[in-house]
C-alpha cells in the first residue's frame, strides 16, 4: 500500500481501507499508469470545531503545489456524510443528517459555497460527518484553480446523497468548464443540476481552471488519495474532482 506504521520502518506496512480502495476503483482502467500517492486527512474535526478558513487555506496550498507540476493530476476524495441517519446505527439519529447531506449534495450539484461553508460546516459537528474536512479543502483548491486562471468550473453530481445504512454517501465531480475533462464527466450523466462557478461570484467554487479535474467519491475512511496521470490528458485543459 505503501503506508507504514511506523515513519522508517518498511517491515510494517499498512493495508488500504474501504476509504482509499472504494473511491480508487472508479479510477481502475489508468490505475496502471498512474503514480498514487495518499494523504491523511487533519483530525481537529474531532474538536468539535471545523476550521474552514484553514481548510481552504490548505486546499490552496495543494493547489499551488500541484499545478507547479508538469504533469496531469486528479485529487480524489474519500468522503462520507452524516453517520447519524438510523437510531439503531453505531451514532444514533440526529435530526441534523438529512439536512447535512442535502446542503452537501447541493453543494456537490453547484459548488455554491455557501452550501458548503455555512451550512454544512455548521451541521457537520452534529451530523458526524468526517469526510467536511476533504470537501472544504476540495473546494478550497477549485477556489484557487479559479482565481488563478479566471474561469469557472463545472461540477457533476452523479450519485446521492444517499444513506443506504446509517451514513450518507455521494459522488460528484468538477472540472474546469468547457475542458476535456468536463465533457467527460458531464458524459457520465449527473442527479441534479450542474452549474458553473464563476470566480467571485455570490456562491461559487470561487477558483479554478489550473488544476486536473478533481473527483469525490464517498465511502467510509478517512483518507483523500491523489495522484497523476501524465498521458492520454493534456497538460492544460486537465483532469477533475
Same mark, same amino acid.
Given at each position: 500500500?505503501?503506508?507504514?506504521?511506523?515513519?522508517?520502518?518498511?517491515?510494517?506496512?499498512?493495508?488500504?481501507?474501504?476509504?482509499?480502495?472504494?473511491?480508487?476503483?472508479?479510477?481502475?482502467?489508468?490505475?496502471?499508469?498512474?503514480?498514487?500517492?495518499?494523504?491523511?486527512?487533519?483530525?481537529?474535526?474531532?474538536?468539535?470545531?471545523?476550521?474552514?478558513?484553514?481548510?481552504?487555506?490548505?486546499?490552496?496550498?495543494?493547489?499551488?503545489?500541484?499545478?507547479?507540476?508538469?504533469?496531469?493530476?486528479?485529487?480524489?476524495?474519500?468522503?462520507?456524510?452524516?453517520?447519524?441517519?438510523?437510531?439503531?446505527?453505531?451514532?444514533?439519529?440526529?435530526?441534523?443528517?438529512?439536512?447535512?447531506?442535502?446542503?452537501?449534495?447541493?453543494?456537490?450539484?453547484?459548488?455554491?459555497?455557501?452550501?458548503?461553508?455555512?451550512?454544512?460546516?455548521?451541521?457537520?459537528?452534529? /451530523?458526524?460527518?468526517?469526510?467536511?474536512?476533504?470537501?472544504?479543502?476540495?473546494? %478550497?483548491?477549485? $477556489? *484557487? @484553480?479559479?482565481?488563478? !486562471? #479566471?474561469?469557472?468550473?463545472?461540477?457533476?453530481?452523479?450519485?446521492?446523497?444517499?444513506?443506504?445504512?446509517?451514513?450518507?454517501?455521494?459522488?460528484?465531480?468538477?472540472?474546469?468548464?468547457?475542458?476535456?475533462?468536463?465533457?467527460?464527466?458531464?458524459?457520465?450523466?449527473?442527479?441534479?443540476?450542474?452549474?458553473? /462557478?464563476?470566480?467571485?461570484?455570490?456562491?461559487?467554487?470561487?477558483?479554478?481552471? %489550473?488544476?486536473? $479535474? *478533481? @473527483?469525490?467519491?464517498? !465511502? #467510509?475512511?478517512?483518507?483523500?488519495?491523489?495522484?497523476?496521470?501524465?498521458?492520454?490528458?493534456?497538460?492544460?485543459?486537465?483532469?477533475?474532482?
Amino acid at each position: 500500500s505503501g503506508l507504514l506504521s511506523f515513519a522508517d520502518d518498511e517491515h510494517y506496512p499498512q493495508q488500504l481501507g474501504w476509504g482509499e480502495v472504494i473511491p480508487l476503483s472508479f479510477l481502475n482502467a489508468s490505475l496502471n499508469d498512474s503514480r498514487v500517492v495518499i494523504v491523511s486527512a487533519p483530525t481537529r474535526r474531532y474538536d468539535g470545531l471545523i476550521p474552514v478558513p484553514e481548510l481552504m487555506s490548505l486546499g490552496k496550498l495543494w493547489y499551488d503545489a500541484l499545478e507547479a507540476l508538469d504533469e496531469t493530476v486528479v485529487w480524489l476524495a474519500s468522503v462520507d456524510l452524516a453517520h447519524t441517519h438510523l437510531a439503531s446505527g453505531p451514532y444514533g439519529y440526529s435530526a441534523a443528517a438529512e439536512p447535512f447531506d442535502v446542503a452537501s449534495g447541493g453543494w456537490a450539484a453547484t459548488l455554491d459555497s455557501k452550501l458548503l461553508l455555512k451550512d454544512a460546516a455548521a451541521l457537520a459537528d452534529a /451530523a458526524l460527518s468526517c469526510g467536511i474536512t476533504q470537501m472544504i479543502m476540495m473546494h %478550497g483548491m477549485i $477556489a *484557487a @484553480a479559479v482565481d488563478a !486562471a #479566471e474561469a469557472p468550473w463545472s461540477s457533476f453530481l452523479h450519485a446521492g446523497p444517499v444513506h443506504p445504512t446509517y451514513y450518507g454517501m455521494m459522488v460528484m465531480s468538477a472540472a474546469p468548464e468547457g475542458s476535456e475533462m468536463s465533457a467527460r464527466l458531464s458524459s457520465i450523466g449527473s442527479v441534479g443540476p450542474s452549474m458553473s /462557478a464563476a470566480a467571485g461570484s455570490s456562491g461559487g467554487a470561487d477558483e479554478g481552471d %489550473g488544476l486536473g $479535474a *478533481a @473527483a469525490g467519491a464517498s !465511502a #467510509e475512511g478517512e483518507a483523500a488519495p491523489l495522484f497523476s496521470r501524465p498521458r492520454n490528458l493534456r497538460r492544460r485543459g486537465r483532469a477533475g474532482y
